[in-house]
C-alpha cells in the first residue's frame, strides 16, 4: 500500500451512534490532519497532529474526538452526532507542518448522519 | 474574512486549450506559501503546484503553471492542452508563516474539459 488510506470510504450512522473513522499512512510524515468537507463550503481544518501531538484544534465539537497513536495512525471517533455533521472527511499527511509542504490526502470517508 | 476566494464556481474548456484558474489571497505575512489541489470525483485531493512567497520565478510543473503576481495577491492556475481527465474540482489553498499548521482553502472550481 502506499499514500493515505482512508477507511472506511462511506459510512452511514444514527445520531444516537458511536463510529471511528480510520486513516493510515506508508509515507514516513511525522504531521497528520482531519479536514471537513460539506457541500458548498471550503474545507475545513479539524484537527493537526505533528509527532503525534495534538498542535491544533480548530473549535471543533466535543462529538468530535481525535487520537493519534503513533506517526502512521489517526483515528476521529464520533458520537451523537448531528445530520449537519454529514460530510465528507479527509486525512491529510505530510513530512512536517512546515510553510512550504504540501499535504498528502486519502479519499475521505463519506459520512451521513441520519 | 476569506482567506482564499476562488470567484468561478464552474468553468468549462474545449480539450487540448489552456484555461487559467482564479485564485486571490488576503494575508498580512511576508512569508507563505500557495498551493494548487485537484479532486476527481473520487475525493482525492491531488497536489499540483506549489509557490512560494518569496520564489521569483513562477512555479511550473509539467502542463501546470502558476501566474504569481505578489502585489495583486493572485495566485492563478494555469493547465495547459486540456486532457478529458482534467475535469475535476481544483482548491487553491495557503500556508501562513504565523500558523503553518493551518492551510487554508479556497471554495474551489469545477472544470469541465469538453471533448
Known amino acids: 500500500e502506499t499514500g493515505v488510506t482512508q477507511t472506511p470510504r462511506h459510512l452511514v450512522m444514527g445520531m444516537t451512534n458511536k463510529k471511528s473513522l480510520k486513516c493510515e499512512q506508508h509515507?514516513?510524515?511525522?504531521?497528520m490532519y482531519w479536514y471537513k468537507q460539506s457541500a458548498k463550503k471550503p474545507l475545513e481544518l479539524m484537527f493537526v497532529?505533528?509527532?503525534?501531538?495534538?498542535?491544533e484544534n480548530n473549535s471543533v465539537p466535543s462529538r468530535f474526538s481525535p487520537e493519534c497513536p503513533n506517526s502512521s495512525h489517526l483515528f476521529l471517533h464520533l458520537h451523537t452526532l448531528q445530520p449537519e455533521d454529514s460530510a465528507l472527511y479527509l486525512c491529510?499527511?505530510?513530512?512536517?507542518?512546515?510553510?512550504?509542504?504540501?499535504?498528502?490526502f486519502g479519499q475521505g470517508t463519506r459520512l451521513t448522519v441520519v | 474574512a476569506q482567506k482564499i476566494t476562488q470567484t468561478q464556481p464552474g468553468m468549462f474548456v474545449q480539450e487540448k486549450e489552456a484555461v487559467t484558474l482564479d485564485c486571490t489571497y488576503d494575508t498580512s505575512d511576508q512569508s507563505y506559501g500557495l498551493f494548487w489541489y485537484k479532486q476527481p470525483s473520487s475525493g482525492e485531493m491531488i497536489f499540483l503546484i506549489y509557490q512560494g512567497s518569496y520564489d521569483e520565478q513562477n512555479a511550473t510543473e509539467g502542463r501546470y503553471s502558476l501566474n504569481f503576481q505578489k502585489a495583486r495577491k493572485s495566485a492563478n492556475l494555469v493547465i495547459s492542452a486540456s486532457q478529458l481527465g482534467d475535469s475535476a474540482m481544483y482548491f487553491c489553498a495557503m500556508r501562513e508563516d504565523y500558523n503553518n499548521n493551518d492551510m487554508r482553502f479556497g471554495a474551489g472550481t469545477r472544470l469541465t474539459v469538453k471533448p
Open positions: 491529510a499527511s505530510s513530512q512536517e507542518s512546515g510553510l512550504n509542504t504540501e499535504a498528502f
Open positions: 497532529y505533528s509527532l503525534e501531538e495534538r498542535v
Open positions: 509515507l514516513g510524515h511525522n504531521a
